[in-house]
């Protein structure tokens, strides 16, 4: 089994920046993907991006692109959301998925295991 588990959500004001972290345990394959999705208030979970574990390479939606940037570091076995000039339409609950398949897939069905999600709001 694989546990997920996110941190560093909260409040903050539009323009703002906040680093999400992912922490993962258990069991894994030796090559998969894993990304941060979200779910904003009466809308469907989105993907946000993804980064395949062993080769680095990563995926954005094009909401996000340019703006957040998906980073890992291996030996801690955590995953990094950096959230830069955040807008009140980035309030969600973000959630860790990970796939174990090192194609950079986008469907919420593709995802496997996931973390129980942690609340971004961004209001002034």
């Known amino acids: 089994q694989v546990q997920l588990v996110e941190s560093g959500g909260g409040l903050v004001q539009p323009g703002d920046s906040l680093k999400l972290s992912c922490i993962i345990s258990g069991r894994t394959y030796v090559s998969y993907t894993i990304g941060w999705f979200r779910q904003a208030p009466g809308k469907e979970r989105e993907f946000v991006a993804a980064?395949?574990?062993?080769?680095?390479?990563?995926i954005y939606s094009e909401s996000v692109e340019g703006r957040f940037t998906i980073s890992r570091d291996n030996a801690k076995k955590t995953m990094y959301l950096q959230m830069n000039s955040l807008k009140p339409e980035d309030t969600a609950v973000y959630y860790c998925?990970?796939?174990?398949?090192?194609?950079?897939?986008?469907?919420?069905?593709?995802?496997?295991?996931w973390g129980q999600g942690i609340t971004v709001t961004v209001s002034s």
């Open positions: 998925a990970l796939d174990h398949d090192f194609g950079l897939r986008k469907r919420v069905d593709d995802y496997e295991d």
């Open positions: 980064i395949r574990w062993i080769a680095g390479s990563t």
